[in-house]
């Protein structure tokens, strides 16, 4: 089922039709099609009044993302809970592929839940989003990022770190762990805490990403683990270092 010229159409709200209105309509088809977005397995009941659509998601799949939720569509305000989660996956790569037409920029087993809401008024609906989300990696590697590239590429100029960092473009950036815990406020997301556990070294970032203004304002902490070593060495004593002791924030 494709919707995008549904939805296009001014003339096609289905308030202005008798033949919906003060109906609850049960919907299930096994592919929708939205804006050259593919949503799958969907199980959903829309009720139509005058001035008010109510969209109840029992289920829906939107690339490994398992949704639920609600919609509520009155006169030119949306109020919308979407609760979302993938458990376990076997790459992320095929998420970035489905969702944003990335290829080749990741690898590693992964798990991603969260919730997007919103209430506010149509028109202002990308600008005032809000919700959570916490995204948890392992066992992969790093292709392809930006501000990877840059802090190693700083990282690289440091006599005491030369040949100790990796070439992300060549064989990528391998890690063990990656965890990012954040939450989004009027469409920017706040980094609380993100770690990337590194097998060359460790990485750890707070700070805000603005996708709709293409900005971000991150603080940084690299840990290479040579200079953990030299630690250990200087003061056998605390052998039993850990990032958590080392970072007794986190």
Request: glycine residues 4%; contains cysteine.
């Amino acid at each position: 089922m494709n919707l995008t010229s549904y939805l296009s159409s001014s003339n096609s709200s289905p308030t202005q039709n008798p033949l919906f209105l003060n109906k609850t309509v049960k919907l299930k088809t096994e592919t929708l099609t939205i804006k050259n977005r593919t949503i799958r397995d969907i199980d959903t009941e829309i009720s139509f009044k005058p001035d008010d659509t109510y969209i109840r998601l029992n289920k829906a799949l939107l690339c490994d993302l398992e949704t639920t939720g609600y919609i509520n569509l009155e006169n030119d305000r949306i109020n919308a809970r979407i609760p979302f989660s993938a458990v376990n996956k076997e790459n992320i790569q095929d998420l970035l592929t489905c969702l944003f037409d990335k290829n080749d920029f990741m690898s590693g087993r992964y798990s991603f839940t969260g919730e997007i809401t919103s209430d506010t008024l149509q028109q202002n609906l990308l600008d005032t989003l809000n919700g959570s989300f916490l995204f948890q990696a392992e066992e992969g590697r790093i292709y392809k990022l930006t501000l990877l590239s840059r802090i190693l590429s700083v990282l690289n100029v440091s006599s005491f770190l030369k040949g100790s960092i990796p070439d992300i473009t060549q064989k990528g950036f391998a890690y063990s762990r990656i965890s990012i815990d954040a939450e989004i406020k009027d469409s920017i997301i706040h980094i609380t805490k993100a770690i990337v556990d590194g097998k060359d070294m460790t990485l750890i970032f707070t700070g805000r990403i603005d996708l709709m203004n293409d900005y971000m304002d991150l603080t940084c902490l690299v840990a290479p683990f040579k200079t953990i070593d030299l630690i250990i060495e200087k003061y056998p004593s605390s052998a039993r270092f850990s990032v958590e002791t080392l970072f007794p924030f986190l």
